[in-house]
């Protein structure tokens, strides 16, 4: 009997790791701002960042840069001379920070890949995942920030930037029964 019992328990326990589907309900924001080594900041932003978050919790978000948007003409003619070609990051994020209960602000740093035209740059994106448990779903507010190197995206300190891309993205997600 007891062996039926940590049975139960055991998959009573791994269910919402297994069950959990997370849906967005439309793309997130991203902005994105550089430093020109004359105190200049430049921002773009797009709200066509696409992401989608597969079971296991592998993350995945792409967009198009010929989305952004700024007010800036030097920014819009970076934006036009960017290959079109979509740039993409992977990450994870454990299974546990999707959760039932009220979770209020957990936070986590998840080592990512950036690719473009075929080059890949390791980084780091810093999460806050916010939980808001109603009665009908699980909803989930995710933001991500972090830094870029500028020759991740093919600009170099030598045209006048700063060494780092600053960058913050932002998502509500629901979790629905598969």
């Known amino acids: 009997m007891n062996k039926l019992y940590t049975l139960l328990s055991l998959i009573i326990l791994s269910l919402p790791a297994i069950g959990q589907n997370l849906i967005a309900e439309k793309a997130a924001n991203l902005q994105v701002y550089v430093v020109k080594t004359d105190g200049t900041e430049l921002r773009a932003e797009t709200r066509d960042l696409d992401i989608t978050y597969e079971p296991g919790f592998f993350v995945t978000g792409v967009f198009d840069p010929s989305t952004f ?96 891309i600053v960058f913050e993205f932002e998502q509500q997600i629901t979790e629905t029964s598969p």
């Open 69 to 164: 948007t700024s007010d800036d003409d030097l920014v819009n003619e970076i934006i036009d001379q960017i290959t079109p070609q979509d740039i993409t990051f992977t990450t994870t994020i454990p299974a546990e920070k999707f959760t039932f209960t009220s979770n209020i602000d957990a936070e986590l740093t998840s080592q990512a890949q950036l690719i473009l035209n075929n080059d890949t740059t390791v980084f780091s994106i810093h999460f806050i995942i916010s939980n808001m448990n109603t009665t009908d779903e699980n909803n989930f507010m995710v933001t991500g920030d972090g830094h870029l190197p500028v020759r991740a995206v093919g600009l170099t300190e030598e045209e006048g930037f700063t060494e780092d």
